[in-house]
């Protein structure tokens, strides 16, 4: 049986949710006609993706035109009945010399935010977004000391803001930056990955300590990878393993749940992990008060001795999260989904996912624990994530709410006329349509295996891609 850890929420913290008319979902549930279950009204967000490409000084607010077209952006995401998103704040435009701020972007984004009355998560690091003079990244020694500089003097200046995601996917960012090297520092092997995680812990650690200090209302979204590994034959059972156990250590160290009988226990003290670390999370353990859990059709992964396979049945977002749930007793938002793919491949993922989640908030009121919000991340359409952020080409992904013309104007669509009335609880999973999805997307984008989970769809034909 798994052991639980509860974080419990502070009475700031109730006041703040009841300020926000947050949707209680005991309270909250819709009929909808031809529908007869009752079924749990959820709320819905979205986000700007900002990662910037390293090395390169550009981030994807800017190759997305995000950066200049935001009022344009927050103006279209108030209209469509949305309050809550999630915004990237680009340190590493903000300190490009250490120990100096520049806040003339941020001061102007802020202020529109603020005068649309739109609830920011903010989000001070997303993924490799730290400056170019921090070397090592994660990994710097200095690393914990200058970001909770940053963050602190973030939080002082805008004393508004009340929504933190300390660090953006810590686990996800680790593997791509510590152990398959497609991210700097480029490190390839478990030692790295444990250093970076370390690093991420101790300032993730500190830097929520301070924001408790100094922010009224505080509230903590911590956001990862929800994420399963499959071993499909005996020679992939070590790294499949060691993959399950790895998406839970920053939590596990943050809540002072790693001790000598942890499985990845001796690789982080190999890697730099002191008893006074040990301590120090053990018995000041980090708050949280939301896990936003992070589901593609990539989170689910099988393994076998010649690397990835989609030869099994996947569990699903609803029985992946509960995993977490059981393990850390958390309210859970989902923090990020999309699949990339035509308009119509994107409406049969959100109607799977929005089904997941309308299951997740039942059993979750059941537990008394809340879901706290479904996100489809980004608004609109991405750009560079088709090289892993790695070179501003200004590629446009199709994943967004809106989709991007290539002179990069926003268009809406069938998507987001559909995000609309989720977001004004005007329809639920079963209202909306499935469209078949182009091999491509059931192949390249690892859709496929979910199939076994869509039985009951009534699929239409969509128009095919372009």
């Not at 941020?106 to 009355?117: F, I, K, N």
């Not at 200095?142 to 300390?166: C, G, K, L, N, S």
Request: proline share 5%; charged share 25%; glycine share 6%.
């Amino acid at each position: 049986m798994t052991t639980t850890f509860s974080v419990e929420a502070s009475s700031a913290q109730e006041s703040h949710l009841s300020r926000r008319h947050r949707p209680i979902l005991q309270a909250m549930v819709v009929r909808r006609p031809n529908f007869n279950p009752v079924v749990p009204r959820l709320s819905y967000l979205t986000g700007f993706e900002g990662t910037q490409m390293f090395g390169h000084g550009i981030d994807v607010l800017d190759t997305s035109e995000h950066a200049v077209r935001y009022k344009e952006d927050l103006r279209r995401l108030a209209a469509d009945g949305l309050r809550e998103f999630r915004c990237c704040i680009p340190w590493h435009k903000i300190e490009r010399v250490r120990g100096i701020f520049d806040w003339a972007w941020t001061d102007r984004y802020l202020a529109q935010v603020r005068r649309l009355d739109l609830i920011p998560i903010v989000d001070p690091l997303h993924h490799t977004s730290f400056p170019q003079w921090l070397g090592d990244g994660f990994a710097n020694p200095d690393f914990p000391d200058v970001y909770e500089a940053f963050v602190r003097a973030f939080a002082q200046r805008y004393p508004w803001i009340t929504d933190y995601t300390v660090i953006n996917e810590p686990v996800a960012t680790a593997i791509l930056s510590g152990f398959t090297g497609d991210w700097y520092p480029h490190w390839k092997d478990r030692e790295g990955v444990a250093r970076i995680i370390l690093g991420k812990v101790r300032a993730i650690h500190r830097v929520t300590a301070t924001l408790k200090k100094i922010v009224r209302g505080l509230r903590i979204v911590h956001v990862d990878t929800c994420e399963r590994h499959h071993a499909l034959d005996p020679a992939s059972q070590d790294h499949t393993d060691f993959s399950n156990d790895l998406r839970f250590a920053v939590l596990d160290l943050l809540l002072g749940r790693m001790d000598s009988t942890h499985p990845l226990y001796a690789l982080f003290v190999e890697n730099g992990m002191t008893g006074q670390d040990v301590a120090r999370f053990r018995e000041s353990p980090a708050r949280i008060d939301v896990l936003g859990l992070d589901f593609y059709a990539h989170s689910e992964l099988g393994w076998t001795v010649d690397g990835q396979s989609d030869d099994f049945r996947p569990w699903g977002f609803k029985r992946v999260a509960l995993e977490y749930v059981e393990r850390y007793d958390l309210n859970v938002m989902l923090s990020e989904t999309n699949v990339r793919g035509r308009i119509e491949d994107r409406i049969s993922w959100l109607k799977y996912m929005v089904g997941e989640s309308e299951d997740l908030a039942a059993e979750l009121e059941k537990r008394n624990r809340r879901f706290e919000g479904f996100c489809w991340y980004p608004y609109i359409d991405s750009t560079d994530w088709c090289s892993l952020c790695r070179e501003p080409n200004r590629r446009i992904d199709p994943q967004g709410i809106y989709y991007l013309s290539q002179s990069f104007d926003r268009k809406p669509s069938q998507l987001s006329e559909i995000y609309a009335k989720l977001v004004a609880g005007e329809i639920g999973s079963a209202e909306i349509p499935a469209f078949r999805m182009e091999d491509t997307v059931l192949t390249d984008r690892r859709v496929g295996k979910f199939l076994v989970h869509m039985t009951d769809f009534e699929w239409k034909e969509g128009e095919p891609s372009i």
